[in-house]
């Protein structure tokens, strides 16, 4: 049962349930697997929630941060996957405790417009879009959105316009994600809040440190989304209580137990679920660079979603003209293009022309390189029902249980080191 400041704290991310094993909490020594933002935040607030706890983080690779990255040259800049977070308290709260309050910022308030493309055509999503549903689609999704298991199409009633949604946060089609895992609240999973939604909103809203973000708004740090993991990293480090290990991979936690003589329940792994049951959607990410005079045409604005699975491209995002710092060279504008593999044929050439296509230009663009490939998990319908109601030995973190976007984990690790606020063990 959760109170109302817990409410106003998570706001609808009470609605996702945790994955955790009931005697974390009572852990003296804590575990946690895997060194993306959701490790490197569960350590940061475990370790700061009980400076009397040793947390010890084991991540595979040379580096911290996942998925996480930002790719710089000359005067270009670009995350090659989260570029900006969408208005939750808790990562307001993680950026002002980490100090990076000048860096952080409200996006481009006129970059707000978004398309996608419907055969040839390029649309502008705004209210009327869901007009285009039509009342009947709209009580049809409505009822389909109280009953769990269904998929995102079956809730929004419209091929293109659903598709496009799921495309933009997941790069997979509608019909294959999940709804109650992409919007619980939407849903009505999950438990509901003890004041009303308006009430609750305005609470929130009077809760963020550095500053209130206006509705359906982003915020982004000016040098790119990097920064947050390198200020982590520093805070970890200064931390006595806190242990990184890099280079090392765990198996599975059984193994981890063992090697760090801890019980299960000690362990978060925190590299999302031990294995990706549903498979994973590989894309690749390009940063296109043009001249400002070669775009002009192109409206200011977030960017534009492409269902047509003929087309390579399946996202342009104007990351230019999104943030509030400058992320190419004076008079140009930089694009970047998502590519999901199983829509591109491999060769630099066809992003090119697709790209050409979409963006109505004949220029050849000033800057085209391929800046990162990231993995995706797959949620199929039914995935959230399924993860809520199993039992862990472990605990398990991540934007494969706690949703898709960086707010999402970053809220999950604040609740979890909240678990451990009662103190140590008498
Ligand atoms: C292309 C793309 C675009 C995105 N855009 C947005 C966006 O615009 N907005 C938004 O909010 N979110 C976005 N996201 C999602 C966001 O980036 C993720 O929610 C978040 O970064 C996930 O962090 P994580 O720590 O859960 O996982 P990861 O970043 O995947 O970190 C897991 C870590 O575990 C390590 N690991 C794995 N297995 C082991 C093992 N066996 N032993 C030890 N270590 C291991 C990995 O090396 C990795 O460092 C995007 C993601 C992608 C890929």
């Known amino acids: 049962m959760y109170s109302l400041e817990d409410w106003i704290r998570h706001g609808n991310e009470l609605?996702?349930?945790?994955?955790?094993?009931?005697?974390?909490?009572?852990?003296?020594?804590?575990?946690?697997?895997?060194?993306?933002?959701?490790?490197?935040?569960?350590?940061?607030?475990?370790?700061?929630?009980?400076?009397?706890?040793?947390?010890?983080?084991?991540?595979?690779?040379?580096?911290?941060?996942?998925?996480?990255?930002?790719?710089?040259?000359?005067?270009?800049?670009?995350?090659?996957?989260?570029?900006a977070a969408r208005p939750h308290p808790a990562f307001w709260r993680l950026v002002?405790?980490?100090?990076?309050?000048?860096?952080f910022k409200q996006s481009n308030e006129n970059a707000r417009s978004r398309w996608i493309m419907i055969g040839e055509r390029k649309h502008r999503i705004s209210m009327f879009t869901a007009a285009k549903i039509g009342p009947l689609g709209i009580l049809k999704g409505f009822l389909n959105s109280k009953v769990p298991g269904k998929s995102v199409f079956d809730v929004i009633q419209n091929g293109p316009i659903s598709d496009a949604l799921t495309l933009g946060i997941l790069n997979d089609s509608a019909k294959e994600v999940d709804a109650n895992f992409l919007f619980p609240s939407f849903t009505g999973f999950g438990p509901k809040p003890p004041v009303g939604k308006r009430r609750l909103r305005n609470m929130i809203s009077a809760s963020y440190p550095i500053f209130?973000?206006?509705?359906?708004?982003?915020?982004?740090?000016?040098?790119?989304?990097?920064?947050?993991?390198?200020?982590?990293?520093?805070?970890?480090?200064?931390?006595?209580?806190?242990?990184i290990v890099l280079e090392s991979k765990a198996e599975n936690p059984d193994e981890v137990s063992k090697s760090h003589n801890v019980p299960l329940s000690s362990i978060i792994w925190s590299t999302g679920m031990?294995?990706?049951?549903?498979?994973?959607?590989e894309i690749s990410v390009f940063a296109a660079g043009y001249e400002s005079s070669d775009v002009n045409h192109i409206g200011v604005g977030y960017g534009t979603l492409i269902p047509n699975i003929e087309t390579p491209v399946s996202g342009i995002l104007h990351e230019s003209d999104i943030h509030s710092s400058q992320r190419a060279p004076n008079g140009h504008r930089l694009f970047r293009l998502m590519v999901p593999h199983q829509r591109w044929g491999g060769s630099e050439g066809e992003v090119v022309e697709s790209v050409a296509r979409l963006l109505k230009t004949v220029e050849r663009p000033a800057l085209l390189e391929k800046i990162g490939t990231r993995r995706i998990p797959r949620f199929p319908p039914g995935y959230m029902k399924s993860i809520a109601e199993k039992k862990y030995d472990f605990s398990v973190a991540g934007w494969t249980g706690s949703g898709v976007s960086v707010t999402h984990v970053v809220d999950e690790a604040e609740r979890?080191?909240?678990?451990?606020?009662?103190?140590p063990k008498p």
Request: some cysteine; aromatic content about 4%.
């Open 96 to 103: 002002h405790d980490l100090g990076l309050d000048d860096e």
């Open 416 to 423: 979890i080191s909240e678990l451990f606020r009662q103190g």
């Open 212 to 243: 209130t973000p206006e509705r359906g708004s982003l915020a982004s740090l000016d040098s790119g989304m990097y920064s947050i993991i390198e200020a982590l990293e520093s805070r970890l480090n200064k931390m006595k209580n806190i242990e």
């Open 15 to 83: 609605k996702r349930p945790l994955l955790v094993n009931q005697a974390l909490a009572e852990s003296n020594r804590v575990v946690i697997v895997g060194g993306g933002l959701s490790g490197l935040s569960l350590a940061y607030r475990i370790g700061t929630e009980r400076p009397d706890i040793l947390v010890t983080l084991i991540e595979k690779t040379t580096r911290l941060g996942g998925v996480i990255e930002t790719w710089k040259r000359g005067g270009w800049i670009c995350d090659v996957s989260v570029n």
């Open 274 to 281: 031990p294995t990706r049951p549903h498979g994973e959607t």
